[in-house]
């Protein structure tokens, strides 16, 4: 069983930039590819970026390509997803995920509670 706790949220202005973390504990965590998704209020929860076990393939959706980068150390057991240039349309609550790599958050196991990130226009 893994436990998942993410950090970093908070509002920043259009253009600004956040850093989440994933603490993982509980479980082998280098098993497992690593997933961030997000959803903002009244919409359904949408994949943002993915990381295999290795660090050695990514895959973001398109509304995060060339501006997030999503990365992790084994050694801390923890993933990043660092935003920049973010935007108003960002906002919404950040979950990251251990599990298959996957763009679908049914091949994901384990779910952190999600952290708040708000763009201000």
């Known amino acids: 069983q893994v436990q998942l706790v993410e950090s970093g949220g908070g509002l920043v202005q259009a253009g600004g930039s956040l850093k989440l973390s994933c603490a993982a504990s509980g479980g082998t965590f280098s098993r497992y590819a690593?997933?961030?998704?997000?959803?903002?209020p009244g919409k359904e929860r949408e994949f943002v970026a993915v990381i295999n076990?290795?660090?050695?393939s990514v895959y973001y959706a398109d509304s995060a390509l060339g501006r997030f980068s999503v990365s992790r150390d084994n050694a801390k057991n923890t993933a990043?997803?660092?935003?920049?240039?973010?935007?108003?349309?960002?906002t919404a609550v950040y979950y990251c995920a251990a599990g298959q790599y996957s763009a679908s958050s049914r091949e994901f196991d384990y779910w952190g509670?999600?952290?708040?990130?708000?763009?201000?226009s």
Do not use: C, H, I
């Open 113 to 120: 509670q999600g952290t708040q990130v708000t763009v201000s």
């Open 53 to 56: 076990w290795s660090a050695a």
């Open 80 to 90: 990043y997803l660092q935003m920049n240039r973010l935007k108003p349309e960002d």
């Open 34 to 40: 690593m997933g961030w998704f997000r959803q903002a």
